[in-house]
C-alpha cells in the first residue's frame, strides 16, 4: 500500500497563560493521530507552536512592566515543557515570533494582496478618546447580544458569538471603562466573502469526517455568509505588513498563527531529502491534513485557513479533517487560574504519571461532549484501569517467580485471533477519531488475557505441567508484546519499557511475536499505586 503524507496540525496556545488539563484534553487528539499514522508507515508531519503576537499579551507586559517577548518567551518555554512532559511527539513546535515564520508569512501575505484578496478599507473604527488610541476587539468589553453574557469583543466566552463592528460600538475601553467613539481608520481587509463557494463546496465533500460540533459550526457561519475580516491591527507588537503605507501596523494574530503550520512544515522541509512541503499541502500527493483543537477555534481551521490557502492559487491541498474537542471541567466548573479552579498540566505532571494523565484524557475525554475532570475518577482510573488491569498482567507475567527468560510456548490461537482483531478495530476507531472506544479496544484485550491467565491458573501449571506453563507464559508474554504497539498512541512510556524488557526493537501496526529465549532482566513495576492527593 502506498504510503500517505499526513498533516496533523495541533492548535496553536496562546502564550499569555499556563496550559490546563482542559487545554491538553483538546489538543491531545494530534498526538494519538501522528502516532498511529507513524506504526502504520505513513510519511507524518506533526505540527504546532506558540501563538505570541497580539493585543492580550502586550497589555500584559504593560502591566508587568516588561516586553511582550519577555511575556510570549516566558509562556512558550513552559508550552514547551508541558508537551514534552506529556510526550507530544511534535516534529517542530515553534513560536510566531521565529524569524523563519514571520517571513514565509508576509510572503503568504503578499501573495494574497497580490491575488486581490486584501484590500483597503477607509472605516469608523473604535476609538478611546482617554486612552488615546484605537482598540482591538479584546480591548471592548460588551454585553453579548445573543445571549446577554459580559463579554470581550472577539469571541463570546459563552455563546462563541464573534460580535460585528457595529456591535462593538456599543462597548466600553476595557481598560478604562470609557464609552468607545468612532474614528476613521485604515485597515486592510481579508475578502473572506470571495470563498464562499468553494468553501461551501469543500465543506460539503469532507465534513462526514468531522465531529458534530464542527459541521455545526461551519455551516452556521457559511449560512449566514462569510464576512470580509480585518488583517491589520493598530499594535506595535506582531507581523509586520508587507505593504507600502502600513508601517504603523502590525497583522492579526489569526492570519499569522494558522498559517504556521504551513511555515513549519516548510521549515521541516528544507532539511529533509526524503520529502518536500508541497508533498504534504498541494494537491495530488496522496496527503491529507488534520487539524486538532478545541470548540472554540472551530471556524479558524475549517473556514480561515482554507480561504487563506485558496488565496494563493496555488493548487493547495485544504483541510480534510477537523479533530474539535468538546471542554473539559474541573470539579463541574470551568477551569480558571484566577479563581484557583483546576489545576494546570505541570502541576499534575508534578503528582501523577504522564501515560495515566493521558490515559484519562483520552478515555474519559471531551470528544462529543463536555465532559468532568476529579481528582477522584483519575485516581480510580489509574488505579482501577491501568495498574490493576494492565499494570498487574506485565507484572505477574514477566515477573513470575523464577522465571528467567520467555519460555518456548505455543500461542494460543484465540488470543491471536483477538489481538489481531484489536489491531484491525482499533486503528478503525482511531481514523473514525473515536478514541474514547479506541481505548476500550484495548483495554478488552487486556481483560480477556488477564481471565486467560487466571483460568490457566499458571502457578499450578509451573509443578504439575510445565508445557502448559510455558503456553500461558509465551500467549501472555505475546499479548503484552502487542501492547507495546497497541497502547503506543495512548501510552507511549510505558510501552517504550516494555519494548526494553521484550528486546523488540521497533513498534509497527502489525502483529509482532515475542522472541524465546529473550532474558528477563530488571523487570519493575509500570505503574505505583496512588492515593488522594
Same mark, same amino acid.
Not at 142 to 149: D, F, K, R
Not at 291 to 302: E, L, P, Q, R
Given at each position: 500500500?502506498?504510503?500517505?503524507?499526513?498533516?496533523?496540525?495541533?492548535?496553536?496556545?496562546?502564550?499569555?497563560?499556563?496550559?490546563?488539563?482542559?487545554?491538553?484534553?483538546?489538543?491531545?487528539?494530534?498526538?494519538?493521530?501522528?502516532?498511529?499514522?507513524?506504526?502504520?508507515?505513513?510519511?507524518?508531519?506533526?505540527?504546532?507552536?506558540?501563538?505570541?503576537?497580539?493585543?492580550?499579551?502586550?497589555?500584559?507586559?504593560?502591566? +508587568?512592566?516588561?516586553?511582550?517577548?519577555?511575556?510570549?518567551?516566558?509562556?512558550?518555554?513552559?508550552?514547551?515543557?508541558?508537551?514534552?512532559?506529556?510526550?507530544?511527539?511534535?516534529?517542530?513546535?515553534?513560536?510566531?515570533?521565529?524569524?523563519?515564520?514571520?517571513?514565509?508569512?508576509?510572503?503568504?501575505?503578499?501573495?494574497?494582496?497580490?491575488?486581490?484578496?486584501?484590500?483597503?478599507?477607509?472605516?469608523?473604527?473604535?476609538?478611546?478618546?482617554?486612552?488615546?488610541?484605537?482598540?482591538?476587539?479584546?480591548?471592548?468589553?460588551?454585553?453579548?447580544? +445573543?445571549?446577554?453574557?459580559?463579554?470581550?469583543?472577539? /469571541?463570546?466566552?459563552?455563546?462563541?458569538?464573534?460580535?460585528?463592528?457595529?456591535?462593538?460600538?456599543?462597548?466600553?475601553?476595557?481598560?478604562?471603562?470609557?464609552?468607545?467613539?468612532?474614528?476613521?481608520?485604515?485597515?486592510?481587509?481579508?475578502?473572506?466573502?470571495?470563498?464562499?463557494? /468553494?468553501?461551501?463546496?469543500?465543506?460539503?465533500?469532507?465534513?462526514?469526517?468531522?465531529?458534530?460540533?464542527?459541521?455545526?459550526?461551519?455551516?452556521?457561519?457559511?449560512?449566514?455568509?462569510?464576512?470580509?475580516?480585518?488583517?491589520?491591527?493598530?499594535?506595535?507588537? %506582531?507581523?509586520?505588513?508587507?505593504?507600502?503605507?502600513?508601517?504603523?501596523?502590525?497583522?492579526?494574530?489569526?492570519?499569522?498563527?494558522?498559517?504556521?503550520?504551513?511555515?513549519?512544515?516548510?521549515?521541516?522541509?528544507?532539511?529533509?531529502? $526524503?520529502?518536500?512541503?508541497?508533498?504534504?499541502?498541494?494537491?495530488?500527493?496522496?496527503?491529507?491534513?488534520?487539524?486538532?483543537?478545541?470548540?472554540?477555534?472551530?471556524?479558524?481551521?475549517?473556514?480561515?485557513?482554507?480561504?487563506?490557502?485558496?488565496?494563493?492559487?496555488?493548487?493547495?491541498?485544504?483541510?480534510?479533517?477537523?479533530?474539535?474537542?468538546?471542554?473539559?471541567?474541573?470539579?463541574? /466548573?470551568?477551569?480558571?487560574?484566577?479563581? %484557583?479552579?483546576?489545576?494546570?498540566?505541570?502541576?499534575?505532571?508534578?503528582?501523577?504519571?504522564?501515560?495515566?494523565?493521558?490515559?484519562?484524557?483520552?478515555?474519559? %475525554?471531551?470528544?462529543?461532549? $463536555?465532559?468532568?475532570?476529579?481528582?477522584?475518577?483519575?485516581?480510580?482510573?489509574?488505579?482501577?484501569?491501568?495498574?490493576?488491569?494492565?499494570?498487574?498482567?506485565?507484572?505477574?507475567?514477566?515477573?513470575?517467580?523464577?522465571? /528467567?527468560?520467555?519460555?518456548?510456548?505455543?500461542?494460543?490461537?484465540?488470543?491471536?485471533?483477538?489481538?489481531?482483531?484489536?489491531?484491525?478495530?482499533?486503528? +478503525?476507531?482511531?481514523?473514525?477519531?473515536?478514541?474514547?472506544?479506541?481505548?476500550?479496544?484495548?483495554?478488552?484485550?487486556?481483560?480477556?488475557?488477564?481471565?486467560?491467565?487466571?483460568?490457566?491458573? *499458571?502457578?499450578?501449571?509451573?509443578? &504439575?505441567?510445565?508445557?502448559?506453563?510455558?503456553?500461558?507464559?509465551?500467549?501472555?508474554?505475546?499479548?503484552?508484546?502487542?501492547?507495546?504497539?497497541?497502547?503506543?498512541?495512548?501510552? *507511549?512510556?510505558?510501552?517504550?519499557?516494555?519494548?526494553?524488557?521484550?528486546?523488540? &526493537?521497533?513498534?509497527?501496526?502489525?502483529?509482532?511475536?515475542?522472541?524465546? %529465549?529473550?532474558?528477563?532482566?530488571?523487570?519493575?513495576?509500570?505503574?505505583?499505586?496512588?492515593?488522594?492527593?
Amino acid at each position: 500500500m502506498e504510503k500517505r503524507n499526513i498533516l496533523i496540525g495541533g492548535a496553536w496556545p496562546y502564550a499569555n497563560s499556563s496550559l490546563h488539563l482542559g487545554h491538553l484534553a483538546g489538543l491531545i487528539s494530534g498526538d494519538i493521530l501522528a502516532r498511529y499514522y507513524r506504526l502504520k508507515g505513513d510519511n507524518v508531519l506533526y505540527v504546532s507552536g506558540s501563538d505570541c503576537h497580539g493585543t492580550p499579551i502586550t497589555e500584559r507586559a504593560k502591566k +508587568e512592566k516588561v516586553s511582550p517577548k519577555e511575556i510570549a518567551t516566558k509562556y512558550d518555554e513552559e508550552f514547551n515543557k508541558t508537551f514534552k512532559g506529556f510526550q507530544f511527539s511534535y516534529d517542530l513546535y515553534s513560536k510566531t515570533f521565529d524569524e523563519y515564520h514571520e517571513e514565509k508569512v508576509k510572503i503568504l501575505f503578499r501573495k494574497l494582496y497580490d491575488n486581490g484578496y486584501i484590500y483597503e478599507k477607509i472605516e469608523p473604527q473604535a476609538f478611546c478618546e482617554h486612552c488615546n488610541k484605537f482598540l482591538s476587539d479584546r480591548e471592548i468589553i460588551l454585553t453579548c447580544p +445573543e445571549c446577554g453574557s459580559e463579554t470581550k469583543g472577539d /469571541q463570546c466566552d459563552n455563546c462563541l458569538h464573534v460580535p460585528t463592528s457595529e456591535e462593538l460600538m456599543a462597548g466600553n475601553c476595557i481598560d478604562c471603562g470609557s464609552k468607545i467613539v468612532e474614528k476613521e481608520n485604515k485597515v486592510l481587509y481579508l475578502a473572506l466573502s470571495k470563498f464562499q463557494k /468553494q468553501i461551501e463546496e469543500h465543506t460539503e465533500k469532507v465534513k462526514s469526517e468531522w465531529r458534530i460540533n464542527a459541521q455545526n459550526e461551519t455551516l452556521k457561519y457559511l449560512k449566514q455568509g462569510l464576512l470580509d475580516r480585518a488583517v491589520t491591527r493598530d499594535l506595535n507588537w %506582531g507581523i509586520d505588513i508587507p505593504v507600502e503605507g502600513y508601517d504603523d501596523k502590525r497583522m492579526y494574530v489569526w492570519i499569522d498563527a494558522v498559517l504556521g503550520y504551513l511555515t513549519d512544515t516548510m521549515k521541516i522541509c528544507e532539511n529533509r531529502t $526524503d520529502c518536500t512541503w508541497e508533498d504534504f499541502w498541494k494537491e495530488g500527493h496522496n496527503n491529507k491534513i488534520y487539524m486538532c483543537h478545541g470548540k472554540d477555534n472551530i471556524m479558524f481551521h475549517s473556514i480561515i485557513l482554507n480561504a487563506l490557502l485558496l488565496g494563493q492559487e496555488e493548487n493547495y491541498h485544504l483541510v480534510d479533517t477537523i479533530v474539535s474537542a468538546e471542554y473539559l471541567n474541573f470539579n463541574d /466548573q470551568k477551569f480558571s487560574k484566577s479563581k %484557583g479552579i483546576g489545576m494546570t498540566a505541570l502541576e499534575a505532571l508534578e503528582h501523577y504519571d504522564s501515560d495515566s494523565l493521558r490515559f484519562h484524557l483520552l478515555a474519559n %475525554g471531551p470528544e462529543k461532549k $463536555d465532559t468532568n475532570f476529579t481528582i477522584e475518577d483519575f485516581e480510580n482510573t489509574h488505579n482501577g484501569e491501568i495498574l490493576n488491569k494492565f499494570g498487574n498482567l506485565v507484572n505477574r507475567t514477566l515477573r513470575f517467580k523464577d522465571l /528467567q527468560e520467555i519460555p518456548n510456548g505455543i500461542l494460543d490461537s484465540e488470543i491471536k485471533a483477538k489481538i489481531e482483531e484489536t489491531y484491525k478495530q482499533e486503528g +478503525e476507531l482511531i481514523e473514525e477519531l473515536e478514541f474514547r472506544e479506541a481505548v476500550k479496544k484495548v483495554m478488552e484485550l487486556v481483560e480477556i488475557t488477564n481471565k486467560y491467565y487466571d483460568e490457566r491458573k *499458571p502457578w499450578i501449571a509451573k509443578n &504439575e505441567n510445565i508445557e502448559e506453563f510455558n503456553n500461558i507464559i509465551y500467549t501472555c508474554s505475546t499479548v503484552i508484546a502487542n501492547l507495546s504497539n497497541l497502547f503506543e498512541p495512548i501510552m *507511549p512510556t510505558a510501552c517504550k519499557k516494555i519494548r526494553e524488557y521484550l528486546k523488540i &526493537e521497533n513498534c509497527t501496526w502489525n502483529f509482532i511475536d515475542v522472541k524465546v %529465549g529473550t532474558k528477563l532482566n530488571n523487570i519493575e513495576p509500570l505503574f505505583n499505586r496512588i492515593g488522594k492527593k
